[in-house]
């Protein structure tokens, strides 16, 4: 018996921390189809909710919203932090370079509020100062794109450190000029570390509720903020509906992102052992 339980130890342990992550999302999805507005007991299938979904004009159109900020903090991270990473990669010594990697790692360890508060307060002296911006949607893509630049930093930087740079110094042995070894050679090789940091500032973006309640304006709520102030009012299992399409639209990109890296890897390692193959093929002769 003891035995049994060191060897399946693991498995267990492991099953009772995914019990313990998935299972409110379980209840969630179900709940989400109650005829009813209990969230004690399930008195019946009804597609209701999803029909509200769809009239709660404050819900869809915070959707629409968090799109938008998500899609372009997305994009203004990966570019940022592509430089921010490969200045830190590549040049390893240059004046003021280690407070340039502490501020750029700064919102990595710092509390969102305390990001969300110090961005207030500058954008609020800004306005007064020069009269822009005004909070909106402007203000919530910047402080989202100060957070998503540090995260997505990480992930370009670690790749960056695992490039061979050999690639790159032969390009410019052959004549290559930096910005064409940049845009030519080191973008395609990191371009899967360019879609994970956009998909994580994406994410993160989307989900930020505590930034965007610091630097959102009158009339501008994401869909973290509506369904937070629906929270906080009572149970509506409107929000359990929207909650749900989240849930399975997250699902199907991150399972056709694994999909498709994990045919990549599969088709990148038969090249290799059909180049190996080869190689061996034209080496058999000669030996």
């Given at each position: 018996?003891?035995?049994?339980?060191?060897?399946?130890?693991?498995?267990?342990?492991?099953?009772?921390?995914?019990?313990?992550?998935?299972?409110?999302?379980?209840?969630?999805?179900?709940?989400?189809?109650?005829?009813?507005?209990?969230?004690?007991?399930?008195?019946?299938?009804?597609?209701?909710?999803?029909?509200?979904?769809?009239?709660?004009?404050?819900?869809?159109?915070?959707?629409?919203?968090?799109?938008?900020?998500?899609?372009?903090?997305?994009?203004?991270?990966?570019?940022?932090?592509?430089?921010?990473?490969?200045?830190?990669?590549?040049?390893?010594?240059?004046?003021?370079?280690?407070?340039?990697?502490?501020?750029?790692?700064?919102?990595?360890?710092?509390?969102?509020?305390?990001?969300?508060?110090?961005?207030?307060?500058?954008?609020?002296?800004?306005?007064?100062?020069?009269?822009?911006?005004?909070?909106?949607?402007?203000?919530?893509?910047?402080?989202?794109?100060?957070?998503?630049?540090?995260?997505?930093?990480?992930?370009?930087?670690?790749?960056?450190?695992?490039?061979?740079?050999?690639i790159e110094e032969a390009a410019m042995d052959?004549?290559?000029?930096?910005?064409?070894?940049?845009?030519?050679?080191?973008?395609?090789?990191?371009?899967?570390?360019?879609?994970?940091?956009?998909?994580?500032?994406?994410?993160?973006?989307f989900d930020d509720v505590v930034i965007a309640?610091?630097?959102?304006?009158?009339?501008?709520?994401?869909?973290?903020?509506?369904?937070?102030?629906?929270?906080?009012?009572?149970?509506?299992?409107?929000?359990?509906?929207?909650?749900?399409?989240?849930?399975?639209?997250?699902?199907?990109?991150?399972?056709?992102?694994?999909?498709?890296?994990?045919?990549?890897?599969?088709?990148?390692?038969?090249?290799?052992?059909?180049?190996?193959?080869?190689?061996?093929?034209?080496?058999?002769?000669?030996?």
């Amino acid at each position: 018996m003891k035995q049994l339980l060191e060897k399946h130890f693991g498995k267990f342990w492991m099953a009772l921390v995914y019990l313990f992550l998935y299972l409110p999302l379980f209840f969630m999805i179900v709940f989400s189809f109650n005829s009813t507005r209990q969230d004690a007991r399930f008195t019946g299938f009804s597609l209701r909710w999803y029909e509200a979904l769809t009239r709660d004009s404050r819900i869809v159109d915070g959707f629409w919203l968090s799109i938008k900020i998500a899609t372009i903090t997305g994009l203004l991270s990966v570019v940022l932090a592509t430089f921010a990473a490969f200045v830190l990669v590549r040049y390893r010594r240059f004046i003021g370079r280690t407070v340039f990697s502490g501020m750029v790692n700064a919102p990595l360890v710092m509390p969102e509020v305390v990001i969300g508060l110090s961005l207030l307060l500058l954008m609020v002296g800004a306005q007064n100062a020069f009269g822009w911006p005004e909070r909106g949607m402007l203000t919530i893509i910047l402080g989202h794109t100060l957070l998503g630049m540090a995260y997505g930093m990480v992930v370009i930087q670690s790749r960056l450190l695992e490039m061979d740079r050999s690639i790159e110094e032969a390009a410019m042995d052959l004549g290559a000029r930096p910005h064409q070894v940049f845009f030519l050679i080191t973008l395609p090789n990191i371009y899967q570390a360019l879609l994970a940091a956009f998909l994580l500032s994406f994410t993160l973006s989307f989900d930020d509720v505590v930034i965007a309640e610091f630097l959102s304006g009158p009339g501008v709520n994401t869909l973290p903020q509506v369904i937070f102030g629906y929270a906080r009012r009572g149970i509506n299992p409107t929000i359990y509906a929207a909650a749900t399409l989240l849930i399975v639209a997250v699902t199907i990109v991150i399972v056709g992102y694994s999909v498709r890296v994990a045919r990549q890897t599969r088709k990148h390692e038969r090249e290799i052992q059909a180049a190996t193959r080869a190689e061996l093929a034209a080496l058999a002769p000669g030996a």
